[in-house]
């Protein structure tokens, strides 16, 4: 069954405070046991939660918050826990909830091979007596008779590796050996106490194998510093409620994509590593996926979403062009604001006071660094961390003493040593500088690698360089590409300054222009565009639209507009390769999801140089990144493969008659995507969606057989299938 909204049972007697909602908080930094290995953030993510946990739940009257952690008044010991989940069993009631997150160690006892909770005065010699066994705790949760239950587990610790120079966590100080991964079998319980009620929802911080990052720039865990963002509102569905189901895809989501933009700023700072003969290169995080085990939950309501928060108070771009021409800054400027979240000042030539210029970019980044007095903002217990980016074009010029300046508007200049000592006095902000240095093409003179090496400073947050020198006529060149580059990313998805430069550095090497670029040590991420965007900005879109129509026209028997518009009932290829035009919309439309806007004309060039199905499949999908290249090539190959049927005349001469085309009832559906989603994961609801929208007549057995190609292990799609037909 799928969870409520806005309308539920569960919200109103919430709201009204005819049920109440029980929080019980544990984490546990420092242990008695000099065996159990402190951890920095449990104590922390305790406090953070409550914090958003409080602020979320604003509309429920009716609530008890007990907290046990480090630095509380209760201490979390293992006599304290049971008296409060006692006093909790025994006092709830059907209607009221429950929300129990426990961080800090999991263990395995040796000889039982149980999974146990390690509470601060746990004796590792004696796990059973002194630690909480999840047994007993399914056990006492099951003998609570409030009917809807949320379990939040985040065990299973690592530190943060001494990357990118952090200081080594202290779970892995010394030689102490790493503790067992208790996972499994905290999964095996858990599933047993899913099965037993259709209100309990376990999530897991990782999945089996895994490790649970803590990260020094979160001040917190990964999994439990999402799981406040998410409460602070980001995990709100479209009435402004949280619910167990939509926390869980957002915490997934956005754990996956932090530990994938971590791993592209190691990749590019062993670049630069190896660049200066530096061979001892950073490994990259090992992968971390939140779990969830759940079995029919009825409408777990977690939390209203509360004010939301401005994101362009802590995102700032000054856009300066001393050699401004046409529209272009003016659509970056559109971009940065649109897509990136930036709140963003235009300066170039006409009429701006340009002597004004080196205090406007003081001022810019002392206001970037100094939010009402704070570097970073906490909203809903979540550290918010302000970042300012600044964009510089102009003539560049050497001078005496090995200094250099950059002349903008009106012959104003500004030195290198200047921006330095600007940028230095901005320690608490993200910093995003470009600069595009403009030289004479007779110079022959570069300074590119002096500006990167005199502006780097060591913010706490991250520095990104990223500079161009070039003549006038490339640096319009760069101009657009920076343009077209960000105006072709997906903003719902977001794009990393690591993975960026990355894509810059290609486009530009076609172009024959150097990038020279810098990233800080640092493990803070920073964003260029930061994602989850509620909606698709018109200004994009129209920026889009612009770049698109001055692009030259591509020579193919494919019409250059939008295959909507076509007149003929198919596309054909130089090599013969005919594609239906429904299938087209189909591939199109799939593609547009997955790589954005430009997939229109990434379909039009490939089906050009395609010479069949297979192929066109392979061409497509050397544009699709990671994971999500095999899962999209299976929909690819699927939307071509299966015949059309497009009106109820040729349903009706279909031979098959054994075919059931009648729809698919909604619970079936649901049923098939809470399965599907405890396997795979939150992709699942994408994938349903796919087949539904492609083939709205499909039967349910071949329904259920496309979603059964999606399992990796050919055994458990078979029990998948098996099991959903059966029901």
């Known amino acids: 069954m799928a969870l409520g909204v806005g309308s539920s049972d569960s919200t109103t007697i919430l709201k009204s405070g005819e049920a109440k909602l029980w929080l019980l908080l544990v984490g546990i930094n420092d242990y008695q046991d000099s065996y159990l290995p402190s951890l920095r953030y449990p104590a922390l993510d305790c406090q953070g939660l409550e914090e958003s946990l409080i602020k979320a739940t604003e509309g429920f009257p009716n609530k008890e918050v007990i907290v046990h952690h480090d630095f509380s008044a209760q201490a979390p010991i293992l006599h304290n826990i049971r008296n409060s989940l006692h006093r909790i069993v025994s006092k709830s009631q059907p209607q009221d909830s429950i929300i129990l997150y426990f961080s800090g160690h999991g263990m395995l006892e040796p000889n039982t091979q149980e999974a146990v909770l390690c509470l601060s005065d746990t004796n590792q010699n004696n796990l059973l007596g002194t630690g909480l066994p999840m047994q007993e705790l399914v056990e006492m949760l099951s003998a609570s008779p409030a009917k809807q239950q949320l379990l939040c587990l985040d065990t299973c610790h690592s530190g943060d590796m001494a990357l990118l120079g952090a200081g080594i966590g202290s779970a892995r100080d010394g030689d102490i050996t790493p503790l067992s991964n208790s996972t499994p079998q905290l999964m095996n319980v858990l599933r047993q106490r899913a099965s037993q009620s259709k209100g309990f929802c376990a999530l897991l911080s990782c999945d089996r194998g895994q490790k649970s990052w803590e990260f020094p720039e979160l001040g917190h865990g990964v999994f439990t510093y999402y799981l406040m963002r998410g409460l602070s509102g980001e995990a709100a569905d479209i009435n402004g409620f949280i619910d167990a189901d939509g926390l869980y895809k957002y915490v997934y989501r956005q754990t996956v994509q932090y530990i994938d933009k971590l791993n592209h700023q190691v990749r590019l700072i062993n670049q630069q590593k190896l660049n200066h003969g530096d061979h001892k290169l950073y490994p990259e995080y090992p992968q971390q996926t939140p779990k969830r085990i759940v079995e029919g939950v009825g409408e777990l309501i977690v939390g209203f979403k509360p004010k939301k928060v401005n994101p362009k108070q802590l995102r700032r771009a000054l856009v300066v062009d001393g050699l401004a021409s046409g529209d272009r800054n003016n659509n970056i400027s559109r971009l940065l604001a649109g897509a ?376 458990i799609a078979a029990e998948f299938k098996q099991r959903i037909l059966e029901k």
């Open 340 to 715: 990136g979240g930036f709140e963003v000042e235009c300066f170039q030539q006409k009429n701006q006071n340009w002597s004004e210029i080196p205090k406007k970019i003081q001022k810019f980044t002392q206001i970037s660094g100094d939010l009402n007095g704070q570097s970073s903002e906490k909203v809903g217990g979540v550290k918010k961390i302000p970042t300012c980016l600044l964009y510089l074009r102009g003539y560049v010029e050497e001078i005496e003493y090995g200094e250099a300046r950059l002349i903008l508007g009106n012959g104003v200049s500004l030195s290198r040593s200047c921006l330095r000592q600007i940028l230095r006095r901005a320690q608490q902000t993200q910093q995003i500088v470009i600069l595009n240095l403009v030289t004479s093409e007779s110079s022959g003179i570069s300074s590119a690698d002096s500006w990167i090496e005199d502006l780097q400073c060591g913010t706490e947050y991250g520095q990104c360089l990223i500079v161009t020198q070039t003549s006038i006529n490339q640096s319009e060149i760069f101009c657009q590409t920076l343009l077209e580059s960000l105006a072709n990313a997906n903003p719902q998805t977001g794009l990393p300054i690591a993975k960026w430069i990355i894509q810059l550095q290609k486009l530009l090497q076609k172009k024959r222009i150097s990038l020279h670029s810098w990233f800080s040590g640092t493990q803070a991420i920073i964003d260029i565009l930061p994602g989850n965007i509620d909606r698709i900005f018109h200004d994009v879109e129209q920026i889009r639209h612009q770049k698109t129509i001055l692009q030259p026209p591509i020579k193919s028997s494919i019409p250059y507009n939008s295959i909507a518009n076509l007149k003929t009932p198919s596309a054909q290829s130089q090599n013969n390769l005919i594609i239906n035009s429904e299938k087209y919309q189909e591939v199109e439309k799939l593609l547009k999801q997955s790589i954005g806007i430009i997939g229109s004309t990434i379909l039009r060039q490939s089906i050009k140089k395609s010479a069949s199905q297979q192929e066109l499949i392979e061409n497509l999908a050397t544009y699709i990144s990671g994971q999500q290249k095999t899962e999209f090539k299976h929909r690819v190959k699927a939307i071509l493969e299966i015949p059309t049927i497009s009106t109820q005349s040729q349903l009706a001469k279909s031979p098959s008659p054994t075919i059931e085309y009648n729809a698919i009832d909604q619970n079936f559906i649901k049923k098939c995507e809470r399965d599907l989603t405890y396997l795979i994961g939150p992709i699942a609801n994408f994938i349903i969606e796919e087949i539904l929208q492609s083939q709205p007549r499909i039967s349910i057995t071949e329904f259920v057989d496309k979603l059964g190609q999606n399992i990796p292990d050919a055994e």
